[in-house]
């Protein structure tokens, strides 16, 4: 009987945005082509081995493009996709309401 059931589109999405990094790599990354030392850098929070993993699952959810060039030393860029823009809106609302929580806790 589960089988059968339709999926529910908020939990996909929350599997897609869920984590403690990605929408803030989605919102880093913006509208510029980022490499991978820039992303470091204005992420300082986040350890190098985390935010392989989680630019590796952006970019197999199809959210986070991923550009080699086949220089010496290595050059790696990404950017978001198409699809990886419609979460602007998101994360736009996620910050209104954050702002909104931070003036309720300074009162």
Known sequence: MEGNLDPCPV??????ISGKWRLQIIHVIGSETRRFGELK?????????????????????????RKAYKEIPPKVEYSITALGKEIFPI????????LKR?????E
């Open 11 to 16: 939990t996909e999405a929350i599997k897609i």
């Open 41 to 65: 850098r204005l992420i300082p929070a986040i350890s190098e081995k985390m935010l392989i993993q989680e630019l590796k699952k952006l970019v197999e959810l199809k959210l986070v493009h």
């Open 91 to 98: 994360i736009e609302q996620i910050k209104v309401f954050g």
């Open 102 to 106: 931070l003036e309720i806790n300074l």
